[in-house]
């Protein structure tokens, strides 16, 4: 048995775990923005490099620049500048695991603009224990003060986008037949003009007075965590399945609170552990109603 994809899927999981604390660290020197611009620089890279080795970037490719600039708003800049601006509000960890209701928000974004999705009771329930989660990660209820509502906001804020480039990209650029890390070296690019244009650089070279800070930030979220992260991405497509790809979401939010606990020394609720399971569980549980959708389906 090739044990290669299984090794990538782990590190796949640790990468996209410890995104969060790198945010931290960084945002102890420069500002969200500035984080995220050198995210997608040092992100575009490696992915650029792979899309150029695969000859998958098309001069005629061309006539869809409109699609790819809605996706670098939707799935680079604004996604990961909310993510951000999130994540500094709020322990590394509870931001990992507010990141594993993307395909929650997905889903419904999904359900609202796409006639083809249908909702059954399996997704109901997946979508109200993704809910009750997030719910009690915030916990509007209380009076301590202790998770930042605004940072939970952002959170939100930036799956519902993320979500929304999912409804994006099924509807117009999936027929299309792009390949797929053409379509991410497009829409990272054009994010780090975005990025580039409204993004003030003033004091961005004080990242390079913290080691720990730069290096997370370099290699530990732009190279590996954005670049290398789509790379690994797709080779578990090709060699696991779509299936095995996807379930790759259900570790980093575990990843992340075990790096925010044990590492960053971050004290978390017991209804954050509480949170994990309930979100978790709602993912697993959309997942499963859309397979029991696609095989009533393919029984008509």
């Given at each position: 048995m090739n044990k290669a994809p299984y090794v990538v899927f782990a590190l796949l999981a640790v990468i996209w775990g410890s995104n969060f604390i790198f945010v931290k660290w960084a945002a102890q020197e420069i500002s969200p923005s500035q984080i995220v611009l050198l995210r997608v620089v040092f992100g575009f890279i490696p992915i650029c490099c792979f899309a150029l080795a695969k000859r998958a970037l098309r001069r005629a490719h061309i006539r869809y620049l409109?699609?790819?600039?809605?996706?670098?708003?939707?799935?680079?800049?604004?996604?990961?500048?909310?993510y951000a601006k999130g994540t500094v509000l709020l322990p590394s960890g509870i931001a990992g695991v507010l990141s594993g209701a993307i395909p929650v928000f997905a889903f419904l974004c999904a359900w609202l603009f796409i006639k083809e999705e249908r909702i059954n009771r399996t997704k109901a329930l997946g979508v109200l224990l993704g809910f009750i989660g997030v719910l009690l990660i915030a916990r509007p209820w209380s009076t301590s003060g202790e998770i930042n509502f605004t940072g939970v906001a952002y959170m939100i804020a930036g799956s519902v986008c993320v979500g929304c480039s999912f409804v994006y990209a099924r509807k117009f650029i999936t027929p299309l037949k792009i390949p797929a890390v053409a379509l991410v070296t497009y829409q990272i690019g054009l994010g780090m003009v975005w990025l580039f244009l409204f993004t003030n650089l003033d004091g961005i070279g004080a990242l390079f007075n913290n080691t720990r800070a730069?290096?997370?930030?370099?290699?530990?979220?732009g190279l590996c965590g954005t670049g290398l992260a789509y790379v690994f991405y797709y080779y578990i497509v090709e060699t696991l399945g779509a299936v095995?790809?996807?379930?790759?979401?259900?570790?980093?939010?575990?990843i992340a609170l075990a790096i925010g606990v044990w590492l960053a020394g971050e004290t978390i609720h017991p209804l954050g552990y509480v949170a994990v399971i309930l979100i978790l569980s709602g993912v697993a549980m959309l997942q499963v109603g859309s397979r029991r959708a696609a095989g009533v389906t393919q029984t008509r």
């Open positions: 409109h699609h790819f600039v809605v996706m670098s708003l939707l799935a680079t800049s604004v996604y990961y500048l909310a730069w290096v997370g930030l370099i290699f530990g979220l095995a790809a996807a379930s790759v979401t259900y570790i980093p939010p575990v």
